[in-house]
């Protein structure tokens, strides 16, 4: 795919206001780009990158609340309901009462959902790989170093 923005083309003050200049407008591009990438590379498992959030987050934290994975994530709580159900049908988590909290439902991963989980990661790391080929190995750390710390920044400006 061609690059349309050729910095050398702009006088210094078109370039300062062109869009390509904006964090935000490259970030979302580039997530369209991963997004679109990780949607065709599993589209026959059936997992969204979505599902495939929650499902890990299940993993990760057994026993977890809905309502703890949808403030976690930021998803509505109706929304994930849908997600949730259809992890529980497929096979890949199970619900669980929560002792002493008769409207609370703890999530539990199958050993099916962990194996999901597993596959699908592997298939989500080697296109990542592909598509991150551009850095070296270094640069690849030290851009998901400064993600990470871009996003605790955020996360923790919201939480104040």
Not at 30 to 58: C, K, N, Q, W
Not at 73 to 99: F, W
Request: glycine share 6%; proline share 4%.
């Amino acid at each position: 795919m061609r690059n349309t923005f050729e910095q050398d083309k702009f006088s210094e003050a078109d370039a300062d206001r062109s869009i390509e200049t904006l964090f935000g407008y490259n970030l979302k591009r580039a997530y369209m780009i991963f997004r679109d990438d990780f949607r065709h590379g599993v589209e026959g498992a059936g997992i969204s990158p979505r599902t495939m959030t929650v499902l890990g987050l299940i993993v990760d934290c057994p026993q977890i609340t809905q309502s703890d994975v949808a403030r976690q994530l930021g998803i509505e709580r109706s929304g994930l309901v849908a997600i949730i159900d259809d992890l529980e049908q497929g096979g890949l988590v199970r619900r669980e009462a929560v002792p002493g909290d008769r409207r609370s439902q703890a999530l539990l991963p199958t050993p099916q959902g962990r194996q999901k989980l597993e596959n699908t990661m592997a298939q989500a790391r080697a296109r990542e790989e592909q598509l991150l080929a551009v850095f070296s190995p270094q640069e690849q750390a030290q851009f998901l170093d400064l993600l990470h710390r871009l996003r605790r920044s955020c996360e923790n400006d919201t939480q104040a």
